[in-house]
């Protein structure tokens, strides 16, 4: 993230970046749902955000970006997604996003981790993202989430050419 934002800051006068609650750092809920992200990423922005600004989502980050800017348009210059989560998927799409998330064993985090990284990580790296996966993977609020993923169509075409943007 960090030399996106750099990218972005030399652009603009200020980027924000959230922890989704569930996520990273937050406090942990005993259930997350698309409803729990949205209202809590509208809650810290509205808190933080001062003035129009950039805002950057990754994957159900990117979707609480689009549901940020479109709710408050009047505060985003822009947004920037990195492969929002949202879209329409199939049967076979979903069972793959759960079992991808079914982390169990060390093995399975770093074949997790190396589909997302453009280049292997460190041994040291590699062994701190494992234990960390692992810990993230059990958490029984993401699989809730995982669980109620269906083909209700989150983040539509008309969603994403209403954002707003400024020259």
């Known amino acids: 993230w960090v030399p996106l934002l750099r990218a972005l800051r030399g652009q603009v006068s200020k980027v924000i970046t959230l922890d989704l609650p569930g996520h990273g750092f937050s406090v942990r809920r005993h259930a997350l749902s698309e409803e729990v992200l949205t209202s809590g990423a509208l809650a810290a922005l509205d808190a933080v955000h001062t003035e129009p600004a950039v805002i950057v989502g990754?994957?159900?980050g990117g979707l609480a970006a689009v549901r940020y800017a479109l709710a408050r348009p009047e505060r985003a210059l822009g947004t920037v997604l990195l492969s929002p989560a949202g879209a329409p998927m199939t049967d076979?799409?979903?069972?793959?996003?759960?079992?991808?998330?079914?982390?169990?064993?060390r093995a399975e985090a770093r074949t997790f981790f190396e589909?997302?990284?453009?280049?292997?990580p460190s041994p040291l790296v590699s062994w701190f993202l494992e234990r960390r996966l692992l810990q993230l993977f059990a958490d029984p609020a993401l699989h809730g989430l995982l669980a109620a993923a269906s083909h209700r169509e989150l983040?539509?075409?008309?969603?994403?050419?209403?954002?707003?943007s400024r020259p």
């Open 155 to 164: 983040l539509r075409p008309a969603d994403v050419r209403a954002l707003p």
């Open 92 to 105: 076979e799409e979903i069972a793959e996003i759960r079992r991808l998330f079914g982390v169990r064993s």
């Open 58 to 60: 990754n994957s159900l």
């Open 115 to 120: 589909r997302l990284l453009a280049r292997p």
